[in-house]
């Protein structure tokens, strides 16, 4: 097969104990997963179902990686989430058949153009240029599912140059990692590769250039996140 240009690389993320890596096919992240979150954004919680918004696989970005101020934006902010990751396929799952999906978890950051997906939000339109950032979907190495067990109340915590900014813990999801895959699948044909980010807590908030973001989730990689000056 012949391209026009050279194509890109696969996007992948690192497995704990494992020398394969996982690559990367979708990255879907779900909105307003935590209650305190949504009223610190001024809206209501919809615990009748999950919604979803997605970032391009080109996005993806490995732990310990410095990323330049992003371009069009004066309000980057922080959101630490818990994310699974996809490794048999899956179509209008049960509940049995989303547990066995997930092939494991892993800490991820979703780096946020505020402003820009605030302006968005105001006038009803897509929050791409928002969330659909370079750089933007940071991940830890991932652990496997039968490695991490049960998620119940372990915590999710983020620090900015040391200082706690985000402590929560995964009980206060409002849709569980399940039900979010039941859910999806009824729309998509989730395969292997796919990655589903499930929401942050409260306390995100800016950084700037020379901030350095650390986070983690009990049970799994931590996560680390550099802030360099603007392009």
């Known amino acids: 097969m012949t391209y026009?240009?050279?194509?890109?690389e696969i996007n992948t993320i690192p497995v704990q104990g494992e020398a394969a890596l996982f690559p990367v096919h979708r990255i879907f992240c779900v909105g307003r997963n935590y209650a305190a979150h949504a009223a610190e954004m001024g809206v209501e919680v919809d615990r009748d179902a999950p919604f979803y918004f997605t970032k391009t696989p080109s996005a993806t970005l490995a732990t310990d990686a410095t990323i330049p101020y992003p371009p069009g934006t004066e309000n980057f902010h922080y959101e630490m989430e818990l994310a699974l990751v996809i490794g048999t396929p899956v179509f209008r799952a049960t509940q049995d058949q989303a547990a066995d999906a997930i092939y494991g978890y892993c800490c991820a950051l979703d780096m946020t153009r505020r402003d820009l997906q605030l302006v968005a939000r105001s006038k009803q339109r897509p929050w791409d240029l928002?969330?659909?950032?370079?750089?933007?979907?940071?991940?830890?190495?991932?652990?496997?599912?039968?490695?991490f067990g049960t998620i119940a109340n372990q915590r999710i915590h983020l620090e900015v140059n040391g200082e706690t900014k985000q402590d929560s813990d995964l009980s206060k999801l409002i849709h569980s990692v399940t039900d979010v895959v039941v859910d999806l699948s009824k729309y998509y044909h989730l395969r292997a590769g796919d990655v589903i980010l499930t929401g942050t807590p409260e306390g995100v908030g800016p950084v700037i250039a020379g901030d350095i973001i650390t986070g983690g989730i009990d049970g799994l990689a931590p996560i680390k996140l550099s802030l360099g000056t603007a392009e």
């Open 130 to 147: 928002g969330k659909d950032v370079e750089h933007s979907a940071v991940f830890a190495p991932i652990t496997k599912a039968s490695d």
């Open 4 to 8: 026009l240009f050279e194509t890109p």
